[in-house]
């Protein structure tokens, strides 16, 4: 068997050890979702208060879901009600998924004979590797299923429809990009896309707790002519008692901050990316800027983050209003990806 079949087997490996993972978050979030659901109670703990000179009473004071232990202590103070079994599998399967799919990559590269992030299924393997990898060192010390489960379907989905809409053969690439600045400017932007994919994974946990949090809902009040559909969907509100597991993961101002660092360290490496581009396309066509649609959409997404970070950080904007300049930019950086290279005719339409 060559090494480019070899590859593409590991690849298939690692997408059924990451569905496993997906399977076992699931899990792990269901249990915790279900329990949360069946301790009404817990919202009122029991409290031991002293009466009078000696005597003691039980009254009930809140209890609102330990958000400082959820992120300070361990798993099972943090987590009640979860898996300890579906995360263990969640972890293994991850740690695994990665191995294989690093080792995928290395005989990719070998099979043809280059540094492989040269097409679309090789932008997509790479970029997988990064954002799981990112995913586990952030659940190195407690998972969040939530987190697993976001980043872990769009890792399954994004290598099963690379190997079945993206692929092709090992080979060597056009003259054009035999050049070291593949290597430094596409793989610069593959490890930001990387990491934007997680930081955009715990913004929508950040906007769903601090929905709870703060008891507010789009779906809390009336959408007038559209009343219907928000009814049909009102038991689907973060604030109900279906999300009470909200309550057992970090708070929206710890995830917020996660986001944050992670999203400021990709925006440095995207800023690289279009710093990087701009001078290979003075250096391969002359000119530094071409208005080229691929151009374009990297820098549009770069406004987009450049745009948050100036909020986040000089005007200081936060919670839904922050996360939802993630959720564009991150939308940016996919249609960059997807529509921009399958659909746009352009002059980086040859590396696809």
Known sequence: MQAGDLSTL??????????VALVAYTVDLARLADN??????????????????????TTLAPRRGGTDSAIAGTASDAAPGRSPRAEGIARSTTYLGIALLFAAIVLRGIAAGRWPTANMYEFTLVGVLVATTVLAVVQRRRVIAFLGVVVMGIATTALVVAIESFYVRADEVRPALQNYWLVLHVGVA???????????????????????????????????????????????????????????????????????????????????????????????????????????????????????????????????????????????????????????????????
């Open 10 to 19: 590991l690849v298939w490996a690692a997408a059924t050890a990451f569905l």
């Open 36 to 57: 949360a659901q069946r301790r009404p109670a817990d919202e009122e703990a029991p409290v031991p208060a002293a009466v009078g000179a000696g005597g003691t009473t």
């Open 190 to 352: 593959i490890i930001a896309t990387g990491i934007f994919t997680v930081a955009f994974a715990a913004a929508v946990l950040q906007v769903m707790r601090y929905g709870r949090e703060t008891d507010r809902t789009h779906l809390g009040h009336s959408w007038k002519r559209a009343d219907g559909v928000r009814q049909a969907f009102s038991g689907l509100a973060v604030t109900g008692p279906r999300f009470r597991w909200l309550e057992q993961v970090p708070d929206s101002r710890r995830l917020e901050a996660l986001s944050f660092r992670l999203n400021a360290i990709a925006f440095v490496l995207w800023t690289l990316t279009l710093i990087g581009g701009a001078v290979w396309a003075e250096d391969a066509w002359g000119r530094y800027w071409n208005w080229d649609p691929k151009e374009v959409g990297t820098f549009v997404a770069w406004v987009v983050y450049a745009a948050y970070l100036h909020a986040r950080t000089t005007r200081g904007w936060s919670g839904r209003k922050a996360a939802y300049f993630v959720f564009a930019g991150y939308a940016c950086v996919i249609a960059n990806f997807t529509v921009v290279n399958l659909a746009i005719k352009g002059l980086h339409s040859y590396a696809f």
